[in-house]
């Protein structure tokens, strides 16, 4: 269970910090204790069979051999996303051989222990591969612990950075967690065409206006190079997740890659490895280093900077490989106390490298620090507790690594502002709840006047029926999309970015406009109010599956309900519409996941195969 929460603390922070321990006693107690036993059977090579030990040292160099065959320094596990087909993972080729050299050096071995999947939501946007997205989360854990499953490591480095592969690595990383673990990010690609520019181009191709030639320029210039596409999705929430969390080292997360600064973070959490396993005298096992207030230090910081609404998902999965018990009522309940902080596309104009310049993560931990909305006495990978993020890094004329204090003001306010100023005084998520079920909308992005859309239904079983009727002109007037059957127990709950740009059309028609769905849109969602991830999901017998079109639904961000006006005697005789949705689960490997369906959990339980 966690401390008691000192003084210095919100006193709200403290008390859902506190509610969230209370609840989670006991499977946090068994897990704390499952991996104490881990942790006092010592480094597992050593007991390892003669045979199992060379296999583990074959093929290293004559060097590494003979440190592993004497067993007198640590053992460092790379665990790697690379591949070269996704910009944000590319620049991962080079970490390898880097992280092997700050180990050497250390006394010690790195290795590459194994590979996890990494796919492009990106890619996949609208196409059959998206069904698999979310469940790639589970299968990178998977892949994780696979890697991890040799017992030959004292500590280990996570090469992750995108959507589903952040979280899978953490909570692969959490059953083996009395291993002392960091995360290295390869950074964001340099600016280029604006993302508002480009979601210009992309409303007008949906018009009919311009051209795919138009478009696919447009999107080349936006996504130009190596790194993570650089607006505020769940890739960038991601890296400022890993810091706020204390699992990068300090200033780490939106350097650009292929930089010196950039090499020297990465030689840097390599040699901070090495340094914290349990043959040494500052271990930090990541099992133990993420506790209550470290989960609601993450929440936090979702809710400052407006971050990616997949993360009331991921979040939740990741604290219960933990034995933590996170739920969507405190993450509305810290909504509703953490000021937004930040402007980034797609809540303004910004993009991440503008956000980094104007004072980035070391200024928004430092501000909400100072007003006591995070725990600063939790253990990081770095030391020093919280207040050492309020630090960034740079190099010295002779190359090496520096430590300088953040800025204490924001080099621009368009983008990032102080505590006392904020753009909101409220976090950029709301949950939502009524005779639908439950559900989340991102309000930081959506015009005030948006907030509550009361208006009849349409109703679609993908984004490819709105599509459609959107291209023959049938979508008009103010109404609320809703598009059923796109939870995980249906089709894996794929993203659905393909909706907004005709929805953005139509608002900008002057109609009102939102969309209900028990899919996702992740943290690229945009201006059209939009309530997801509801739950129960259509597939699993939830109230969605009830809704005909011409329903009036009234959904209110701000008193956060969402409701349909429908006689009760009439709602409660209907019975929910079925679906076929055998074309869901086959092709494109969907067939693999029939399993994944039939186990997958709830999206406010964080739609998880696992039972934690």
């Known amino acids: 269970m966690a401390d008691a929460i000192p003084s210095s603390v919100n006193a709200r922070i403290g008390e859902v910090t506190e509610r969230i321990a209370r609840r989670s006693r006991d499977t946090r107690s068994r897990y704390l204790e499952r991996i104490a036993a881990a942790a006092e059977r010592g480094p597992g090579r050593a007991k390892l069979g003669c045979a199992n030990q060379a296999h583990g040292f074959a093929a290293c160099g004559p060097s590494d051999k003979a440190m592993l065959r004497e067993g007198s320094g640590a053992n460092l596990a790379i665990v790697t996303a690379y591949n070269d087909m996704l910009s944000a993972h590319q620049p991962y080729e080079s970490y390898p051989e880097l992280i092997r050299a700050a180990a050497r050096r250390a006394g010690g071995v790195a290795q590459v222990a194994g590979g996890v999947p990494a796919m492009c939501d990106g890619i996949t946007q609208g196409e059959a591969g998206m069904e698999l997205s979310l469940f790639s989360r589970d299968v990178i854990a998977l892949a994780t612990a696979v890697a991890l499953s040799h017992q030959t490591f004292d500590a280990a480095v996570f090469l ?293 859309i009361e208006a009849p239904a349409r109703v679609f079983h993908s984004q490819e029926e709105l599509q459609s009727a959107f291209k023959a002109g049938d979508l008009k007037g103010d109404f609320i999309a809703v598009v059923r059957f796109q939870g995980p127990k249906a089709n894996g709950m794929p993203e659905l970015h393909k909706l907004m740009p005709p929805l953005g059309v139509l608002q900008d028609r002057g109609n009102k406009v939102a969309l209900v769905t028990d899919g996702r849109l992740s943290g690229a969602s945009g201006k059209v109010p939009a309530a997801i991830h509801v739950t129960p999901e259509a597939a699993d017998g939830g109230a969605i599956a009830l809704i005909r079109d011409g329903d009036l639904i009234r959904l209110d961000a701000v008193a956060g309900t969402l409701t349909v006006l429908v006689d009760p005697e009439v709602w409660a005789e209907r019975a929910p519409v079925p679906a076929n949705l055998a074309a869901s689960h086959v092709g494109v490997g969907r067939e693999l996941f029939a399993s994944f369906r039939a186990a997958v959990g709830t999206a406010d339980t964080g739609a998880t195969i696992f039972a934690m």
């Not at 430590?403 to 080099?411: K, L």
Request: hydrophobic residues 40%; negative net charge.
């Open 160 to 452: 992750g950075i995108c959507d589903k592969i952040v979280p899978g690595l953490v909570i692969g990383a959490l059953s083996f967690g009395h291993l002392p673990a960091v995360f290295i990010p390869a950074g964001p690609m340099t600016s280029g065409l604006p993302n508002d520019e480009k979601a210009k181009i992309r409303q007008l191709f949906a018009e009919g206006k311009v051209g795919r030639d138009a478009l696919l320029e447009a999107e080349s210039q936006s996504y130009h190079g190596p790194g993570t596409c650089t607006f505020y999705g769940t890739a960038n929430t991601n890296q400022m997740m890993m810091e706020i969390m204390g699992l990068h080292l300090p200033g780490a997360s939106f350097v650009n890659p292929n930089t010196p600064l950039r090499e020297a973070l990465t030689t840097a959490a390599a040699e901070r490895a090495m340094s914290i396993t349990a043959l040494g005298n500052d271990y930090v096992p990541v099992g133990r280093m993420l506790d209550e207030k470290v989960f609601v230090n993450g929440v936090v910081g979702l809710h400052a900077t407006g971050g990616s609404t997949n993360h009331t998902m991921h979040v939740v999965a990741m604290a219960a490989a933990a034995g933590i018990h996170l739920t969507w009522d405190d993450f509305s309940d810290l909504a509703d106390i953490t000021p937004l902080l930040c402007r980034v596309y797609p809540n303004g104009k910004a993009d991440v490298n503008h956000f980094h310049a104007a004072g980035g993560m070391g200024f928004v931990i430092r501000e909400l620090l100072g007003e006591g909305l995070l725990h600063r006495d939790v253990e990081t990978v770095w030391g020093g507790g919280l207040d050492a993020y309020t630090r960034e890094p740079g190099l010295a004329e002779d190359g090496s690594l520096t430590w300088r204090a953040s800025t204490s003001t924001s080099g621009d306010e368009a983008v990032l502002r102080g505590a006392k100023a904020p753009f909101q005084s409220t976090g950029g998520l709301k949950l939502l709840s009524g005779t639908l079920g439950r559900a989340v909308i991102k309000t930081s992005a959506i015009a005030p006047e948006r907030h509550i």
